[in-house]
T-cell receptor, first 115, second 112 residues
Framework: AQSVTQLDSQVPVFEEAPVELRCNYS??????LFWYVQYPNQGLQLLLK??????LVKGINGFEAEFNKSQTSFHLRKPSVHISDTAEYFC?????????????FGDGTTLTVKP | DAGVIQSPRHEVTEMGQEVTLRCKPI?????LFWYRQTMMRGLELLIY????????DSGMPEDRFSAKMPNASFSTLKIQPSEPRDSAVYFC??????????FGQGTRLTVV
């Protein structure tokens, strides 16, 4: 089984500042990792994913994340945020060849970008 | 592909009435999930199917909730009878074998 911990429930930040949203996971098998974003009144959409290969993954809207196997982390970063990045962000993990494509989601981090 | 399609987008019903939510997953995806999202509880997995078979329904809150997947392109989530505490946004998602989930736009249910 897998579990995910998003270490911050709310992150306030000023526009154009850098941001990091933290995610730690646990798993007994190799994992795939995902970050999703949910804007108000919308469904979740994929920001980026790590399946294999380079541990630094780039996604949409200037976000990137780094898979750190030794620290079991997959933190999301953006060097300069915009007002439009205000949303809820979910980290998710699935195990290789387990659970029939089911991901386990974290509780979410609300990012609020202030002018 | 049009993505995961849910209907209706909004549903307002009276307590005690039956509510049916519908979902069409992405063609070729073998796994389908029903989630509920509220401010209090966040995102909760209710049930998921693989190859049209329910795999885990431990998240279904009570016997008033039931879900079916009669074929690979359609699923329903039914609440009978509905109660005000069932008010929430219900999401359907389908996933790739690696677990990348594709969510529908959700159904906002209000039970009065």
């Amino acid at each position: 089984a897998q579990s995910v911990t998003q270490l911050d429930s709310q992150v306030p930040v000023f526009e154009e500042a850098p941001v990091e949203l933290r995610c730690n996971y646990s798993s007994s098998v190799s994992v795939y990792l995902f970050w999703y974003v949910q804007y108000p009144n919308q469904g979740l959409q994929l920001l980026l994913k790590y399946l294999s290969g380079s541990t630094l993954v780039k996604g949409i809207n200037g976000f990137e994340a780094e898979f750190n196997k030794s620290q079991t982390s997959f933190h999301l970063r953006k060097p300069s945020v915009h007002i439009s990045d205000t949303a809820e962000y979910f980290c998710a993990v699935s195990g290789h060849r387990t659970n029939a494509g089911k991901s386990t989601f974290g509780d979410g981090t609300t990012l609020t970008v202030k002018p | 592909d049009a993505g995961v399609i849910q209907s209706p987008r909004h549903e307002v019903t009276e307590m005690g009435q039956e509510v049916t939510l519908r979902c069409k997953p992405i063609s070729g995806h073998n796994s389908l999930f029903w989630y509920r999202q509220t401010m209090m509880r966040g995102l909760e997995l209710l049930i998921y199917f693989n190859n049209n078979v329910p795999i885990d329904d431990s998240g279904m809150p009570e016997d008033r909730f039931s879900a079916k997947m009669p074929n690979a392109s359609f699923s329903t989530l039914k609440i009978q009878p509905s109660e005000p505490r069932d008010s929430a946004v219900y999401f359907c998602a389908s996933s790739s074998p690696e677990g990348e989930a594709f969510f529908g736009q959700g159904t906002r249910l209000t039970v009065v």
